[in-house]
């Protein structure tokens, strides 16, 4: 639709004002094949599009709202690059419109296949490149094939008219899903928003308009720098940002390790995950010369207590943060195995080991930062002798790592009943001519492992949780209750926020049908070897649900 | 194209490596037929010339129904054997052929010292990905778009064991043991013959 249109960033006046001008010459000329007969004089700069006066309003709509969708398009993209999200909501304006001009084009459809120059139309017109299924005048859509050696890459076939408007439908949903984007400078709503637009599997347009969004100068949005971003993320108070240990050069550093890992949560997942691997040993190697620089500068961290210095206290809650992101970064990988389909089922019970071990170092540093957070806010409200009795009485685990432990839950109950269908049944067994589980295993985790995630975390420990792991063991019947359990408990914290009320609703609908499934195993599996099990993402894309039938 | 299935008894597949240009033919055919992507004779030669102990054919019956070409070489560091092509034919497909010429080019491939086997295959082919996932492969990378036709790509592995990481309760074999009673037997001498 847009063969090879040029459209420069900055003001591509010449393109805006040809299609001002053709679209000004061809409303003149709907509005005159529109007047009524008597009404109707002859023009002479204006000649009709066809020769069938009885089909010119229909021929002037449709050139009309091409060129109406192109003109839109191109403010679209143009607003979105302006700096700092300044044009996000002039873009969505935009939008609407382009996606009313593709409606207008859809229409058009039939009035210019019924009406074309080119004869009847054989079938196959679904892979025509054109509205009317006609070749387009002065472009050989197969002219790259023809020039390409007879050798492979042959060439790409193009996308037929109708998939190339779906195309561009799914792009501007896309996009406008991004101009709604609320700039939200809290950096865990940031990585949210990221993650979840990928559900969306966006194109690569729209993967690079949110990456160009996210990060400008160096800044998230262009309005915040990436130390105010960690500092606020680390939840130290608001003062911190200003903070002089902003120029050491290692949380420079940090800074761009933090830009790079929200430009690679933009691009597509196969890459993503790649990269997210590569990643770890750098996010691990940054904690130790954080944890030396700071050392070199302020003294012994561990060894003084926090309220004696706010310099001492920023590091500490930084480092946390660090480690948090660590193992947010490692809990991502391995999650995208699931939605690459990057893992068979005899291979599940290693996956939801792994990933269970890393939920766990992950809540604890999610709740050690939380409690950070809470330290601090609680020393300047209240006086020191009342601190310790406070926290004895009023703590509460914080909502967001009971969420994270619900996943643990599901994770854990998920790696037994796998290993006890393995120990039991013999099913899912990770056995080949050539290597064996251990292979497997290093292979899948071989980056997890080399940045030492989590320390002590192998094949051997993996073998050892999972080695004696049977069905008539009741701690796996209560991994699934206990995830149901806090799910539920978890509503009240959640009631404003559908998004969380909605993924409790799949951790419980997860464990819910686990659970039935592993009582169902625990009475009958050994007594029925009829029985066929396998694993389904009915109701998470990440967790699986056991089926149970009769084979 | 032919119709239906063919009738034979696996015993009458009869395997040979690579013997030389009366063969290369044979294997252009077969490929060129049944691969959507057919390669000039060069690409061919390559593979032949370089490594002809790691392509074979699969005969029934003085016919070629199938055969795989591969190389092996350093990459990165790594001494690795590369599987380029695998074909039989439709009518004979379903039956191990396809396993067993795989099997011995992987077998030559370990003898030489190869650390790991590598091969991408189409995510819809879900055929190719049971073979090579029983064998042992797994799906380490996905190649977004690899194909020209948009569909993605699985980048297939196969490590060797390594002597230094033997964990000992590794099994290559099937066996009905459950885990934790291995006889500690080292990796290499449970492998199939």
């Given at each position: 639709?847009?063969y090879?249109l040029?459209?420069?960033a900055?003001?591509d006046?010449k393109c805006l004002?040809?299609l001002?001008a053709?679209?000004e ?9 529109k007047?009524?007969l008597?009404?109707r004089r002859v023009?002479?700069d ?10 010119e309003?229909g021929?002037?709509?449709?050139v009309?709202c091409r ?5 839109h398009?191109?403010?679209v993209l143009?607003c979105m690059r302006?700096?700092q999200?300044?044009g ?6 935009h ?7 593709l409606?207008s ?5 039939e009035l210019?296949?019924q009406n ?7 079938n196959?017109?679904e892979?025509?490149?054109?509205a009317?299924?006609c ?9 790259n094939?023809r020039s390409?050696?007879p050798?492979?890459p042959?060439?790409?076939k ?8 779906n195309?561009f439908?799914?792009?501007l949903?896309?996009l406008e899903?991004?101009c709604?984007?609320?700039l939200?400078?809290v950096?865990?709503?940031?990585l949210?928003?990221v ?5 969306f599997?966006?194109?690569l347009v729209?993967?690079?308009?949110i990456q160009?969004?996210l990060?400008q100068n160096g ?6 720098t990436m130390?105010?971003v960690?500092c606020?993320?680390?939840?130290l108070?608001?003062g911190a940002?200003n903070?002089?240990i ?19 949560l933009?691009?597509?997942?196969a890459?993503q995950?790649r990269?997210?691997g590569?990643i770890l040993q750098?996010w691990?190697?940054?904690?130790v010369?954080l944890e030396l620089a700071?050392r070199?500068?302020f003294?012994?961290i ?7 210095n ?8 930084i480092l ?6 660590t193992y947010?970064i490692a809990l ?5 195995g699931?939605?690459l389909?990057l893992y068979?089922?005899?291979e ?6 792994y990933?269970?071990?890393i939920?766990?170092k992950?809540?604890e540093?999610t709740?050690?930062?939380i ?6 806010s609680?020393?300047?409200?209240r006086?020191?002798?009342?601190f ?6 009023d ?8 969420l994270?432990q619900?996943?643990?839950y599901?994770?854990e109950?998920?790696m ?7 120990n039991?049944?013999?099913?899912f ?17 071989e980056l ?6 989590p320390?002590?975390a192998s ?5 050892e949780?999972?080695a004696?792991?049977r ?5 796996m ?5 206990d ?5 539920k408990?978890?509503?009240?914290n ?5 998004e969380?009320?909605?993924?409790l609703r799949?951790i419980?609908?997860v464990?819910?049908h ?8 625990s009475?009958?599996?050994a007594?029925?070897p009829?029985?066929?099990i396998s694993?389904e993402f ?8 056991a ?5 | ?7 034979f008894?696996?015993?009458?597949i009869?395997?040979v ?7 290369l033919?044979?294997?252009m055919?077969?490929v060129?037929q049944?691969l ?7 690409t061919?030669?390559?593979f032949v010339?370089l490594?002809?102990n ?6 029934h019956k003085?016919?070629c ?5 591969c190389?092996m070489g350093?990459h990165?560091?790594t001494?690795?054997?590369?599987i380029a ?10 039956r191990?052929?396809a396993?067993?010429?795989v099997?011995?080019s992987?077998k030559?491939?370990m ?9 991408e295959?189409?995510v819809?082919?879900k ?6 996932g029983?064998?042992?492969?797994i799906?380490?990378?996905?190649l977004f778009?690899?194909y020209?036709n948009g569909v993605d790509?699985?980048r297939l592995?196969?490590l060797f064991p390594?002597?230094e ?9 099937t066996?009905d043991?459950?885990?934790?009673l291995?006889?500690g ?8 013959p």
């Open positions: 639709m847009a090879g040029p459209l420069k900055d003001g006046e004002s040809i001002h053709v679209e010459t061809v409303s003149r000329q709907l509005k005159a094949c007047a009524p008597s009404k023009i002479e204006i000649e009709p599009l066809q020769t069938n006066l009885n089909l309003e021929f002037c709509r449709a009309l060129l109406r969708f192109r003109k398009f191109y403010h143009t302006r700096p999200g300044k996000l909501e002039l873009a969505k304006k939008i609407l419109s382009c996606l009313s001009e409606d084009m859809l229409k058009s459809e210019l296949r074309c120059a080119c004869g009847t139309l054989e196959g017109v892979d025509k490149t054109t009317s299924g070749q387009p005048i002065g472009f050989d859509s197969m002219l094939s390409a050696a050798t492979p042959r060439a790409i193009l996308l037929s008219w109708k998939k190339a408007v195309y439908q799914k792009l949903h896309d899903i991004i709604s984007y609320s939200d400078p950096y865990e709503n940031a949210r928003f993650v979840d637009f990928q559900k599997q966006p194109d729209a993967r690079a308009y160009l969004l990060v800044k998230l949005y262009g309005r915040e130390f105010a960690i606020k993320a680390a939840l108070p608001e940002k903070h002089d902003q120029k050491n050069e290692t949380v420079a550093q940090l800074g761009q390790l933090l830009i790079t890992l929200l430009r690679i933009c691009t597509n997942t890459w995950r990269k997210l590569k750098d691990r190697i940054i904690y010369q700071f070199k500068e003294g012994d561990t060894s003084t207590s926090i309220e004696q706010v310099c001492l206290k920023i590091c500490k809650h946390v943060w660090v480690e948090e992101q947010w991502r990988f391995l999650l995208l699931f939605e389909e068979s089922t005899s599940y019970c290693m996956v939801y080991w990933i269970y071990v939920l766990i992950l809540a540093k709740h050690l930062k409690m950070l957070g809470s330290d601090s609680r020393r300047k409200s006086k020191k002798r009342d310790v009795k406070d926290v004895g009485k703590y509460q685990i914080p909502p967001a790592v009971l994270l619900c996943y643990i599901v994770a109950g998920l037994m009943m796998l290993a006890s269908l393995r039991e049944n013999k099913s067994l990770c056995v080949g001519p050539f290597n064996s589980e251990h292979e497997r295993f290093i292979q899948h985790f997890l492992q080399k940045a030492c995630l320390d002590l094949y051997f420990s993996f073998r949780t999972t004696h792991a069905f008539s063991t009741l701690s019947y209560n991994c699934f209750k995830a149901q359990r806090v799910a408990e978890l509503r009240g959640f009631s404003n926020n559908p969380k009320l909605a993924e799949q419980e609908q464990a819910e686990n659970s039935v499934a592993l009582n169902l195993l009475r009958l599996g007594l029925e009829s029985l066929k694993f009915t109701h998470h894309q990440h967790f699986a649900v089926v149970v039938k009769r084979s | 194209m032919e119709e239906g299935k063919a009738e008894d696996p015993s009458e009869e395997y490596s690579y013997g030389g240009e009366h063969h033919p044979l294997i055919n077969l060129d049944e959507s992507e057919p390669y000039s004779i060069f061919y030669r390559y010339y490594w002809p790691l392509s074979f054919l699969a005969f003085g016919k129904v199938g055969t795989v070409v190389k350093d990165r560091h001494f690795r054997g590369y092509m695998l074909v039989v034919l439709s009518p004979y497909r379903g191990g052929i396993t067993e010429l099997t011995r992987i030559v491939m003898d030489s010292g190869c650390e790991e086997v590598t091969l295959a189409e819809t082919n055929g190719a990905l049971a073979l090579y029983r064998l042992g492969f799906r380490a990378k996905r778009r690899y020209l790509a699985f592995k196969l390594r002597p990481t033997n964990y000992p309760e590794s099994r290559i074999a066996r043991e459950p885990p934790g291995d006889d037997m080292p990796p290499e001498e449970n492998i199939v």
